[in-house]
């Protein structure tokens, strides 16, 4: 009973596992030409409606209230979108003279670029009881603007647009992985595969200390929920977003496949890393909150 309860909780990621070994089983289904049309179905109407759903999801009072953060804002947004791809880049100056498959390192490069996840930053966020506003500013105004003419009939309704665009997501994610399994040329070995599993587990926890020493300081001017939001947003990125993203920079390319495993990765250690230092950011978070002065939360 445990297990069900487990499989329906987590059901998304049984998705992913299904769907990719769906697509090995019988990869003619969703390859271009194919019965799933994936260039029509997912280069314009999957796509669309991922993004669709992203925009008319956001609460207006939510966002007003993030705007209001504009320190708060402004770290995030700077870390997320210049630090670290920046870092990033820099680190695999020194790994591209590894054996690692060099198009997992350029996916590894493409995670770096992604936005912030809205879903995965404002549940841990949540969990621990840090700053949510700034959780949820993503650049999608024009869908904002059309959500508050139809507010009353979204509350009233209340559309599943987290189980719809997930639905969606898994199916591009199958026809990429399609692509992969029809073409004989693609190789991916085990080694570089569970080389970047480690790079990336260790570039989330060295990236969440990172965030937590720089927003931690005395002179910094963030209370302890703002920090929590700040370990988090900072450090997520993205997969709703990501690979539709990838999907339109690299329509057709051959490689598409191997360039999102690196994200595809990322997703599931960010959760998991996440809500294992759930406990221990939570009880700093409340100790700092009433004044015990504390050193930084072991990880």
């Known amino acids: 009973m445990r297990l069900l309860e487990r499989v329906r909780k987590e ?13 090995k089983l019988e990869p003619s289904v969703g390859v271009n030409g194919g019965p799933l049309m994936p260039e029509i179905t997912v280069s314009y109407i999957a796509v669309a409606t991922i993004f669709f759903n992203s ?54 490069q493409t995670v770096g670029c992604m936005p912030p996840p809205v879903s995965s930053a404002v549940i841990l966020t949540k969990a621990v009881g840090g700053n949510e506003g700034i959780v949820v500013t993503p650049l999608l105004l024009l869908l904002f603007i059309v959500r508050r003419y139809i507010k009353d009939w979204l509350e009233r309704k209340k559309p599943p647009f987290g189980a719809v665009s997930s639905c969606v997501l ?19 070995d085990t080694f570089s595969l569970i080389l970047i599993l480690f790079i990336i587990f260790s570039i989330q926890l060295s990236f969440m200390l990172l965030t937590f020493i720089f927003s931690t300081r005395n002179n910094s001017g963030f209370t302890p ?51 294992v230092l759930v406990p221990t950011i939570k009880s700093w978070m409340v100790s700092r909150q009433k004044g015990v002065k504390l050193t930084r939360p072991t990880v």
């Open 225 to 275: 929920a703002d920090t929590v939001a700040i370990i988090f947003c900072s450090t997520h990125k993205s997969l709703t977003l990501g690979i539709p993203m990838l999907k339109i920079v690299f329509a057709g390319h051959k490689h598409l496949s191997l360039i999102s495993v690196p994200l595809l990765i990322y997703h599931p250690v960010q959760i998991l890393l996440g809500s």
């Open 11 to 23: 059901w998304f990621m049984v998705g992913i596992v299904l769907v990719i070994a769906g697509a």
């Open 55 to 108: 925009g008319l999801s956001l609460r207006t009072e939510e966002l007003t209230s993030a705007l209001v953060h504009i320190k708060l804002h402004l770290f995030i947004q700077i870390f997320t979108l210049a630090f670290f791809p920046a870092a990033i880049w820099l680190f695999l100056q020194l790994l591209s003279i590894t054996p690692i498959n060099e198009w997992l390192l350029k996916g590894l």
């Open 170 to 188: 898994l199916m591009i994610i199958y026809t990429t992985f399609c692509d992969t399994f029809s073409n004989p040329n693609i190789d991916l």
